[in-house]
């Protein structure tokens, strides 16, 4: 499935690669098949079943042929939706390499979802079939996603990794032994024309009326993983230590895409736990640290990077219009890349100075890297009549999906001319220069560590349970912002919200305000 119009399918085939993240993925797995490719947390049990895996890139080469196998010869035709929840483990990048093997479309959910947005996304984008754990924590992804399922009409298929998955549930533990049979091929070539240029993922932003999927090919999805590894200077063969899970465009390109390019090591961290953290990178040797740049600024400051062997830290600011402020960066022998995080519509990668300043954006092509004479152009940078950050380019995504959903009256992905992606944050230009600076976020929506919410949809729905309730976002430093709500029953209307398939986040919100926190102006 190719998005958008037709001449610019024409114009990635005659200037893009043809290569998938799939064949990037077999190549490596050829060429180091004894090197290891995935580690989990050494923490896994604490959070998931399971004990912690360590896979070399032929074990994981095999399961994701498993995986692949599985799903085909469950009757999924190629171009098929495939959710994903997951926590941060070895399965989340198994099963969506395995889905992009099988000619699919991976769709990964964000972790906090419920039964609310994971329905209405799910609804949206016709999703055949989705793919969970039993357990996070203490909540049940096991009956979550049954919940889900009898909401979504087009699902066929619960898949799931995990000890006692309830009754319906294609279990994709038994991929894992070594005599399973399941394999197959990488089909991305059964795709007519550039296998490339079709849809490997879908992803959500939020817009004021509600979620908004942006679908986006491989050759997009490497564009923008490429400007990451290209600024930041990852070395080959390098180990990738991440907090990011692979839930949005930002968490593809930040840690999949580079691991992959790199034909490195990607070591997984779940959440965050200082601790642990500290243990994996001294124990796995790290070279880079992917971690949101609030929370690397705060670490650097205990000392926790001193003595270790991390050469780079790429930063994403999912909150972008605290970059500008952030304190100047001062880790000797460590480079630290920021990456603005414009929601699902794009990303700039961008390393600090010499002093440890953040870089000025600046307006017209996005290169990779910075004042290189081989560097690449992976967007160009637009700040609209409207005052608002755009971009297009090599990243950006094509068109609507599914296709025709510009025609649904739901909210959608709106293209601009000349393939203009307007990302609603605000920003406005210094005096007499080309230099951008972010300075909000998009209208009617909050933004809390990377999860984007509708403010209104959100405050309609807490108004229809209790007409008394508020709910109001204010700034904080480390997430961006935290949400505050009133209510006359607090306990009484959690309960309803959490009934209801709301966030956590926003359920969070109506606790205790002593431990919540009182909001902090960023």
């Not at 550039?194 to 564009?223: K, M, Q, W, Y």
């Not at 465009?249 to 990607?266: E, K, N």
């Not at 990077?305 to 000797?332: D, K």
């Not at 009133?486 to 306990?491: L, N």
């Amino acid at each position: 499935m190719i998005l958008g119009d037709p001449a610019d399918a024409a114009v990635q085939r005659s200037q893009g690669s043809r290569v998938t993240i799939d064949e990037i993925f077999s190549h490596v797995a050829r060429l180091r098949p004894v090197a290891t490719a995935l580690v989990d947390g050494p923490n896994r049990g604490t959070f998931t079943d399971g004990a912690p895996r360590r896979l070399s890139y032929a074990e994981a080469d095999r399961i994701v042929s498993a995986i692949a196998g599985r799903l085909r010869r469950m009757g999924l035709p190629t171009g098929s939706v495939v959710g994903i929840q997951l926590p941060n483990i070895t399965e989340y990048i198994l099963t969506i390499l395995g889905i992009m093997r099988a000619g699919l479309i991976a769709a990964p959910l964000p972790l906090l979802w419920r039964r609310a947005d994971s329905v209405a996304a799910l609804a949206r984008i016709g999703g055949k079939a989705l793919i969970t754990c039993r357990r996070v924590g203490n909540f049940d992804h096991g009956q979550h996603a049954l919940h889900v399922a009898l909401d979504v009409f087009s699902i066929r298929y619960l898949c799931g990794f995990g000890d006692n998955m309830p009754d319906g549930f294609v279990s994709f533990d038994d991929l894992f032994a070594a005599e399973s049979r399941d394999s197959l091929p990488s089909l991305n070539r059964e795709a007519e024309g550039n296998p490339a240029a079709h849809v490997a993922a879908v992803t959500f932003d939020a817009n004021t009326d509600g979620i908004v999927p942006v679908a986006r090919s491989h050759l997009e999805l490497l564009a923008g993983g490429l400007g990451v590894l290209l600024e930041s200077r990852v070395a080959p063969g390098a180990t990738i230590l991440s907090t990011l899970a692979p839930s949005s465009f930002a968490g593809i390109c930040l840690t999949l895409l580079p691991w992959l390019m790199s034909g490195g090591t990607l070591v997984l961290h779940h959440a965050f736990d200082a601790p642990i953290l500290e243990r994996q990178l001294n124990d796995e040797h790290c070279h880079v640290l992917a971690l949101p740049g609030p929370v690397a600024l705060r670490l650097a400051a205990t000392g926790v990077f001193a003595g270790t062997s991390v050469a780079c830290l790429i930063a994403p600011w999912h909150s972008p219009e605290l970059l500008p402020g952030s304190p100047h960066w001062h880790e000797r022998d460590i480079g630290m890349v920021d990456v603005t995080v414009l929601g699902e519509m794009g990303l700039l990668a961008a390393r600090r100075d010499a002093s440890g300043k953040p870089t000025a954006l600046s307006l017209g092509p996005i290169a990779a890297p910075r004042g290189s004479a081989d560097s690449i152009i992976v967007a160009e940078l637009v700040r609209t009549d409207s005052g608002t950050v755009a971009l297009r380019g090599a990243m950006a995504p094509r068109g609507p999906f599914p296709p025709g959903d510009e025609r649904s009256g739901q909210p959608h992905l709106e293209i601009g001319h000349s393939g203009l992606i307007d990302s609603g944050y605000t920003c406005h230009l210094e005096s007499g220069t080309k230099t951008i600076v972010v300075t909000g976020p998009p209208r009617g929506v909050v933004n809390i560590g990377g999860y984007r919410f509708p403010l209104r949809g959100l405050q309609d729905a807490i108004g229809r349970i209790d007409e008394g309730a508020t709910l109001a976002a204010y700034p904080d430093p480390l997430v961006g912002r935290r949400l505050i709500g009133t209510a006359i029953d607090r306990g009484a209307l959690k309960a309803a919200l959490e009934a209801a398939g709301i966030n956590p986040l926003v359920i969070a919100a109506f606790g205790d305000q002593s431990q919540t926190g009182t909001p902090v102006a960023a």
